[in-house]
């Protein structure tokens, strides 16, 4: 969207409506009811590198919705081979993909990088 492309919503909206009303974006979250949104803090020009970019500030942090951490991904299974007696004895450790993070075999996300992780689904390595 451009700065013309707003200046028109706005201009139409503001003869519609009311030139009063909260400027809000819309969050990508669930809500029953009203649609979450947050407020905006500022909008403006950039400066130095955003310089030529017209910049609206949320109230919240926004995050992008296709991070890493959110696409699921398999956990790392590293099998140690053991020798005890006579015979082997293989012991592993599961491990986060993202942060090596030690894993129990139900967690769904790292408890330290918040990376999602597919259940039951392993990149086994054997050392």
């Known amino acids: 969207m451009t ?14 409506y009311s030139a ?14 009203i649609t979450s949104f947050t407020n905006v803090t500022y909008a ?4 130095d590198w955003d310089s030529g970019r017209f910049w609206i500030t949320p109230e919240k942090k926004l995050l992008s919705k296709e ?3 959110d696409a699921e991904l398999p956990a790392v299974k590293i099998i140690f081979r ?13 491990k ?13 996300y790292c408890s330290r990088c918040g990376q999602r992780i597919k259940i039951g ?5 054997i050392r």
Do not use: N, W
């Open 96 to 108: 986060c993909p993202k942060c090596e993070e030690h894993l129990m075999k139900s967690d769904k």
């Open 3 to 16: 700065v013309r492309e707003l200046q028109e919503r706005l201009e139409f909206y503001a003869a519609q």
């Open 20 to 33: 009063d009303d909260d400027v809000v974006v819309q969050l990508s979250e669930p809500s029953v009811g």
């Open 44 to 47: 403006g020009s950039g400066f």
């Open 82 to 94: 053991e020798t005890e007696l006579r015979h082997r004895k293989l012991r592993s450790i599961i």
């Open 121 to 125: 689904e392993y990149r086994e390595y």
């Open 67 to 69: 991070k890493d951490r």
